[in-house]
C-alpha cells in the first residue's frame, strides 16, 4: 500500500469519527516522516475522541437531571410554580452552575428568562460576589450580548433575570442542520467578538465562550449568553490561578497550565468556536 494512501486512509477514519489501527498504519509508513505525520494525527484523533466522548457523557447526565424530581418549588412537567415575584413557566435548560426556566415577570408584565442558581453553588459562599457581579452585567447594553435586568435571592438561592432568547444555541443549530459554512461561520464570529468587546470593555471576562452558550434568535440575532463562569478582570488577575472555571476544550493552553483567564484566553475561544 503507497504512503499517501495509508496516510490519507488514516485521515479520512479520524474525520469520519471510526477506529484506526495505528500499528498497522505505522508499519505502513516509508520512513520516520512519515511517522512523525501518522503520530501527530494519532494525537487529533485522541482530542477527536474525547470531544465526542464529553458531549455524550454530557448528554446522559443532562437526561438524568431532567428526569430527576424538581427542587421544592420548581416546575415540573410544564406546571406553573414561583420563585420569589416570578412565575415559573418551564425549564428551558441545565448547566453546572443552575437551571434555567422561561417565567413571567408580573411586575415588569413580560417573558424573561430566570436562572437560578444549584443549592450547592449558593452555599459555598459564592452568593454575595454573584450578586455583585450580576448587577454590573446588567449594566452591559449590547445587541449580541444577553440582557441581564436582574440578580435576585430567594430562599437563599440567586436567581439572574435576563431577557428570554427564542432561538437555539449554536451546538443545536449544528446538530440539527450540520456544519455552517464559512461565510456563515465568519458572520457568526463577528458578532461573537462584538458581544466580547463589549464585555470586555465592561471590565469582565466571560471565559466560556462555547457553542452552548451562544444563541441565534429565531431572527437571525446572534446573542452571547451564560455569564455563569465570568469573573471581573482584576479579580481573576489577582486570584493567580486559584479561580478556574471554563470547559477545558475551549481553554487557552495558559489557562490549562494554571495562568488566570484573560481577554486574550477569552479569543481563543472564539478561534476554538
Known sequence: MAVEAVFDRALEEVADGHHVDWDVSDSGAADDDERECLKWLKVLGDIAELHRSTHESFEEEL????????????????????????ELVEKVGEGSFGSVYRAWDPKLEREVALKILHPHIADTGMTERLVREGRALA??????????????????????????????????????????????????????????????QAGFVHRDVKARNVM??????????????????RALRAAEGRDVGGTPLYMAPEVLDGDPASIQSDVYSVGVL
Not at 427542587?71 to 415575584?85: D, E, F, H, I, M
Request: glycine share 14%.
Open 63 to 86: 437526561a438524568a437531571v431532567r428526569s430527576a424530581p424538581s427542587p421544592p418549588g420548581l416546575p415540573a412537567g410544564g406546571a406553573v410554580s414561583t420563585w420569589g415575584r416570578y
Open 216 to 233: 441565534r434568535e429565531q431572527a437571525g440575532r446572534i446573542v452571547l449568553m451564560d455569564f455563569g463562569t465570568g469573573r471581573e478582570a
Open 139 to 200: 449594566r452591559i447594553r449590547h445587541s449580541n450580548v444577553v440582557s441581564v435586568f436582574d440578580v435576585e435571592t430567594h430562599d437563599g438561592r440567586v436567581g439572574l433575570c435576563m431577557d428570554f432568547v427564542r432561538g437555539q444555541t449554536l451546538e443545536g443549530v449544528l446538530r440539527t442542520q450540520g456544519t455552517l459554512s464559512a461565510g456563515e461561520a465568519a458572520l457568526i464570529g463577528q458578532d461573537v467578538c462584538r458581544a466580547l468587546a463589549a464585555v470586555h
